[in-house]
């Protein structure tokens, strides 16, 4: 299991479709709302996922593997902000990546 960026969104970048779907409308704006910088951050993933590039490092772009928290919680799509922390599905990520309990 593994999740290089931030759920939901490169794949909204790369679909106007989706961008415009209804279901998708809470995170369509958040990312008309991030900073450009953080924008093209995520493109610039997308590029490299596109090119086979592969990365060394199997977690989200936007993790602070220093502290284990979020750069940009603020931004951070839908299905992170209903992940319930401590739930059984959050331990079984931990124990997938090997984060300390
Ligand atoms: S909470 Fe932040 S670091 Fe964690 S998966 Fe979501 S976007 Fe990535």
Do not use: N
Not at 9 to 21: C, G, P, T
Not at 38 to 64: F, M, N, P, T
């Amino acid at each position: 299991m593994e999740q290089e960026s931030p759920p939901g969104y490169v794949m909204l970048l790369s679909s106007a479709d989706m961008m415009a779907d209804e279901s998708c409308r809470e995170d369509a704006a958040r990312i008309a709302a991030l900073p450009a910088a953080l924008r093209d951050e995520l493109r610039k993933y997308l590029q490299q996922l596109l090119a086979g590039v592969e990365r060394s490092d199997r977690a989200c772009i936007w993790l602070d593997k220093s502290t284990m928290r979020c750069r940009h919680h603020e931004h951070r799509p839908s299905i992170c902000r209903d992940f319930e922390i401590g739930t059984d599905k959050c331990q079984s990520w931990r124990q997938e990546f090997g984060i300390d309990q």
